[in-house]
């Protein structure tokens, strides 16, 4: 299995932490975002990660030139000022070669999260990972489902059907593969894809074909858009450390042992 994250984005909700580092290298508790990915990703069935850069690349290249107890190393998108996550997928597009996975690149996620979504994936071509939770805001990316089927996922769908959200990651498997790869080239050929997020895609794959959902409730990740979430992604990091074996963990804010 290979994990693909897409990074290209400086993350501009973040300014001025964000004016010269990209988003996924910001520090949360001694790691960069990225480096917290790689380490709960080493303890997933993952063979190798593949990590598309855009704005501050020597950054990300710096990071994943140390070891993270899991292969990875970075492709390049030149295009990520004209683009959005859409584009990024298709530029990684020659890297869906065999069962994949998208994560976003700010999406911080403990790994029984990944463990979970690629047990419960098996046998399904395309599967998110979602949650839910009391109320959605105008930036979550809603979900509607059925059953474990995704009907429809996006920004703007009517609150009064949305039953969940994607936590902004998901598997691609056998004849999903190639409906993944096949949609987002359309979608840049015809569809105004350089302004398009990747899960318009899936929706559209969604309302024409069988995409699966993997409920992770109880389980702990979160999104890093604002200093509001990094603020909250310490407190979660932290939380993860406590449950984990002495020595593991922050000895003092900002390093970890």
């Avoid at 709960?40 to 140390?66: M, N, P, Q, S």
């Avoid at 059953?147 to 969940?164: I, S, T, Y």
């Avoid at 309302?207 to 389980?219: D, F, H, R, Y």
């Amino acid at each position: 299995m290979k994990a693909i994250i897409l990074s290209a984005g400086q993350g501009r909700r973040l300014l001025p932490l964000t004016e010269s580092t990209p988003k996924c290298a910001l520090p949360v508790l001694g790691r960069s975002i990225l480096e917290w990915q790689l380490h709960e990703i080493a303890k997933c069935a993952v063979d190798e990660v593949v990590v598309v850069t855009g704005f501050g690349a020597d950054r990300v290249d710096e990071i994943l030139e140390r070891d993270h107890g899991v292969l990875a190393r970075a492709l390049y998108n030149p295009f990520y000022a004209q683009s959005d996550n859409l584009g990024t997928c298709w530029v990684a597009r020659g890297e869906m070669d065999g069962p994949f996975m998208i994560l976003n690149g700010d999406t911080l996620f403990e790994a029984p999260v990944m463990q979970r979504l690629l047990s419960s994936s098996a046998g399904m071509p395309i599967t998110l990972a979602t949650d839910v939770k009391p109320d959605y805001d105008p930036d979550d990316m809603k979900i509607v489902s059925q059953d474990r089927r995704l009907l429809r996922v996006g920004k703007q769908l009517e609150l009064d059907v949305v039953n969940g959200e994607s936590i902004g990651m998901m598997v691609f498997r056998d004849e999903g593969i190639a409906r993944f790869s096949d949609k987002i080239d359309y979608l840049m050929r015809y569809g105004e894809g350089l302004n398009r997020w990747y899960l318009s895609a899936i929706d559209a794959l969604a309302q024409e074909w069988s995409v699966g959902i993997c409920p992770i409730q109880g389980l702990s990740w979160c999104e890093v858009d604002n200093r509001a979430d990094l603020s909250r992604a310490e407190l979660e990091i932290e939380r993860w450390l406590r449950t984990r074996e002495p020595g593991a963990g922050v000895v003092a804010k900002g390093h970890v042992a």
